[in-house]
């Protein structure tokens, strides 16, 4: 029976996470130069157009559909059977189409995280395909293998309570991949680009911060106890993760920076994705402190030792911070949050800590290959890169033909 106050949380959280990618967009679109503000605002947004579409048509079946182990079919191609009764454990107290469009808001969200790594030098064209085929060929199967009925990482126990492995280390490891691909940005060893806009990363980072409580806290499906911890452990998380790189850099570099807390907030949102529904408020706070950790070594001292450019940080935030997420998830998960989960590895149970640890390697394994092919058909048909001459014009203008500003300076 479809319960309303349920089914009106589960609404606004797809409000909540649709507001997320908007909110990407501002917070990657402040980090690039100005002459490619616009390009990332409109790689977002198309994001939401493009997806939004697919999912209805068959990638909401691809990812959701009671196939196989491995892929749902095509049996809820345009949505058919998925009507406005409650599905079994995807919509128990809830429309079928009310978690439908919840999901469509992460499909589109996950793609978008990818963009950090090759802003300001592929071309639109290349992007639009590049979104399609992946969201078809990675975010579908991966999502079905953890979130899917009858998928066989859900059926070993694997833990994901919000997307930790589903989109963050999906979309990080897919990251890396592109920006090893497309390469590094003209000249950028000797004129390092600082953000064009510190105000647009904060909104965003405030964006993201509010639209997570949708991701995480809606992810219960109803409104109830399992919601209230999922939203305040993001919180939690989220703070303590801000607090800790803030430490770091006072530490490091003798000042903290409001870039810095934006990326720690960030990362701790990450982190406890995956935990938010099986951990308590003390071990958020340890997921959160140490994540900022993690993902400042990646992305001060790894990412400078290998040389490859990840323009806005999606691998270095999104793929390690996830990793330590799901992983911590296998740690800290206790029954006692969620008799429908599992206790961790401080609990008694290895096995589940060792269930993360292989939804992890396959996670990062498939997605890596797969993304690798892609990009891969993409440049020989399309080609990815932009040219030189329109990468020092910008992408604004030689891929849109629109400024960002247009009072001189």
């Known amino acids: 029976m479809v319960n309303a106050g349920d089914t009106a949380w589960v609404l606004i959280s797809s409000c909540l996470v649709m507001l997320m990618t908007p909110g990407l967009a ?3 679109g402040g980090m690039v130069r100005k002459k490619n503000v616009l390009s990332v605002l409109m790689q977002c947004f198309i994001v939401l157009c493009l997806i939004s579409v697919q999912w209805v048509l068959y990638g909401y079946s691809l990812s959701f559909a009671p196939g196989n182990g491995f ?6 191609f345009g949505l058919k059977g998925v009507g406005f009764e409650p599905y079994g454990d995807y919509a128990g107290t809830i429309p079928h189409q009310a978690f439908m469009i919840f999901q469509a808001m992460f499909a589109i969200i996950t793609p978008a995280l990818i963009l950090g790594a090759f802003a300001e030098r592929m071309k639109f064209s290349a992007f639009i395909a590049f979104v ?39 979309a ?26 510190m105000p647009f990363v904060v909104l965003g980072t405030a964006l993201l911060w509010f639209g997570w409580f949708g991701f995480n806290a809606g992810s219960a499906l ?29 530490i490091r570099n003798g000042k903290p920076t409001a870039f810095g807390v934006a990326s720690g907030v960030v990362a701790g949102l990450v982190a406890i994705t995956p935990a938010a529904g099986f951990v308590s408020v003390i071990p958020a706070i340890i997921i959160g402190a140490l994540v900022s950790v993690f993902c400042f070594i990646a992305v001060t001292i790894i ?91 910008g992408l604004d203008l030689t891929q849109h033909r629109e400024r960002a500003y247009t009072v001189l300076e």
């Open 132 to 170: 399609l085929l992946w969201a078809t060929f990675v975010y579908a199967p991966v999502c079905h293998w953890v979130w899917g009925i009858g998928g066989f990482l859900r059926k070993m126990g694997a833990l994901d309570f919000a997307g930790g492995t589903v989109v963050h280390i999906n």
């Open 26 to 28: 501002f917070f990657y």
């Open 71 to 76: 892929w749902g079919g095509l049996s809820w």
């Open 222 to 250: 109803a409104a109830n106890g399992l919601a209230v911890n999922a939203f305040v452990v993001t919180n939690t998380a989220a703070a303590a993760a801000g607090l800790s790189w803030a430490v770091i850099e006072w």
């Open 303 to 393: 990412k400078p030792k290998f040389g490859y450019d990840d323009s806005l940080d999606a691998f270095g935030v999104h793929c390690i911070g996830g990793v330590w997420g799901a992983l911590a998830t296998g740690v800290f998960a206790s029954k006692l949050v969620n008799p429908a989960g599992g206790d961790g590895l401080i609990f008694g149970n290895p096995k589940q800590f060792l269930s993360q640890l292989f939804a992890v390697g396959v996670t990062l394994v498939y997605s890596f290959v797969v993304s690798a092919v892609i990009y891969k058909i993409i440049d020989i048909f399309i080609g990815v890169r932009v040219n030189e001459k329109e990468e020092i014009m």
């Open 172 to 197: 990080g490891i897919a990251a890396l991949v592109t920006a090893l691909f497309i390469g590094k940005r003209k000249n950028i060893e000797k004129d390092v680009p600082a953000p064009h806009n």
